[in-house]
């Protein structure tokens, strides 16, 4: 079985179809696995959503894509953020609209557990500090857990009674699934915050017990374009150039 791990994709369809081609162009998927915010942020919500429902999609909620329902206040948002789920909102047909509210907070998946920010608090929660590595650890029914929300490529290693490893996971680095428990975050598909601004994305290999983390190079100006056309905030246009 092989997987597509994306996470993140935030309405992004240019960076999703280079995702999905270069995918595809190395073996062909077997579905897609995802930890959450399909849309906000981005210009092609519905076009998104269209493309990752073609691949047997199994995702989890992220709190943009509740926001996007009105399953959680943007008060909580800052005002760019929230002026593009107010958008999101709008172009949303009811069909999407039933979809993302009935997504699961926490999915099971193989040897695999999904969520957007973390079992204690799946919607919210940053997988950023120790303290919150070690709680999902402890929370774990699986050996693995995959998260997404920071937006940063990150993998962190349990090491009983030690503090848990982790490094910034790097372009091509292949990750043996064996026996030391882990937490990994392929990074994000539709807005990269690593200061890299190319597209991020993982390949799970069930035969292999693998997973393979890859950065593309997408057409960044054509979402940008797109988002200008549909009016959505400028800081949120530039940022992507910059992957922050
Ligand atoms: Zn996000």
Known sequence: MRVAILTDIHANLAALEAVLAHAESLQALDGIWSM???VGYGPDPSG???RL?????HAVAGNHDLAAVGEIDTRAFNPAAAAASAWTARVLSDAERAFLRDLPHTA???????VH????DPVWEYMITVESAQVQFEGMTT???LVGHTHVPLILEERPGQDPDYHVLHADEIVQLDATRLILNPGSVGQPRDGDPRTAYAVYDGDDRTLTFY????????????????????SLIKRLAYGR
Request: glycine content about 12%; overall charge negative.
């Open 53 to 57: 429902r073609q691949y047997g999609l």
């Open 117 to 120: 920010g973390s079992l204690r």
């Open 48 to 50: 998104c959503l269209g």
């Open 143 to 145: 050996q693995y857990s």
């Open 36 to 38: 959450g915010d399909l």
């Open 215 to 234: 950065r593309l190079e997408y057409d960044i100006e054509r979402t940008q374009a797109s988002m200008e056309a549909a009016g959505l905030p400028a």
């Open 108 to 114: 099971l998946l193989d040897e695999l557990t999904l």
